[in-house]
């Protein structure tokens, strides 16, 4: 879904190296989500915000943390990254009306060596 | 949120309709049953949400028993695009609960 973009697709880096994965949306949608996949799974809620003002852990939030820069913006943060974080991750967004589908963006495939 | 299961996996002949089944026994009144799939390593795409009433959109249909305790989704002429990994996912009706995705059904839809 090109109204949720995520950066970078892809990265591979070093463990105790600090990274950032960064969300923006253009669909106006006030609530938005951090999911983590490994091979195999189904995806799996690290963080979620209903609003600029509002963070919520999921629940896998250890080792992570999020900051909701703007309604738009939701970033993902490992401080130091360790080689169990190597994943495919998704941010997503939804309407704040009580049934309101989510959608996602394309996904980050972090490797951490 | 009420837990669901799904099959692991089922094929489908191209051009047949794919009926995938989801148990939902748990299920309480105010939970709606959502539908995902997930093309690849692609985000999940949103298929069809429903409450009681069988709904049915330019994707697919979702029929929901009248105990609510299963439901089907029913794409009528199921192309190889079609192949993914389909999710069933039971919400609050209030939204402040997040998804919670488990394993899914990996439909594999033969030419």
């Known amino acids: 879904d090109a109204d949720v973009t995520q950066t970078p697709r892809n990265r591979i880096t070093k463990t105790g190296k600090r990274i950032m994965l960064e969300c923006s949306q253009t669909?106006?949608?006030?609530?938005m989500y951090w999911y983590r996949q490994d091979p195999g799974l189904g995806l799996r809620l690290i963080y979620y915000?209903?609003?600029?003002?509002?963070?919520n852990k999921g629940e896998i939030s250890d080792g992570y943390s999020v900051s909701r820069q703007a309604q738009a913006k939701f970033s993902l943060s490992l401080e130091s990254a360790i080689p169990n974080q190597t994943a495919l991750y998704f941010c997503?967004?939804?309407?704040?009306?009580?049934?309101?589908?989510?959608?996602f963006g394309d996904g980050t495939r972090l490797s951490i060596l | 949120d009420a837990k669901t299961t799904q099959p692991t996996s089922m094929d489908c002949a191209e051009g047949r309709a794919a009926n995938l089944p989801c148990n939902h026994s748990?299920?309480?009144?105010?939970?709606?049953v959502y539908w995902y799939r997930q093309i690849h390593s692609q985000g999940p795409q949103y298929i069809i949400h429903?409450?009681?009433n069988n709904e049915t959109n330019e994707m697919a249909s979702l029929i929901i028993t009248e105990d609510r305790k299963s439901s089907t989704l029913i794409l009528p002429h199921a192309t190889l695009r079609d192949t993914a990994v389909y999710y069933c996912?039971?919400?609050?009706?209030?939204?402040?609960?997040?998804?919670?995705f488990g394993k899914g059904t990996r439909l594999s839809v033969i030419a």
């Open positions: 997503a967004t939804s309407w704040g009306a009580s049934n309101q589908p989510q959608h």
């Open positions: 669909k106006g949608h006030d609530r």
């Open positions: 915000s209903f609003d600029v003002k509002d963070i």
């Open positions: 748990t299920i309480s009144g105010n939970e709606y």
């Open positions: 429903g409450l009681k």
């Open positions: 996912i039971v919400r609050l009706f209030s939204g402040n609960t997040p998804l919670v």
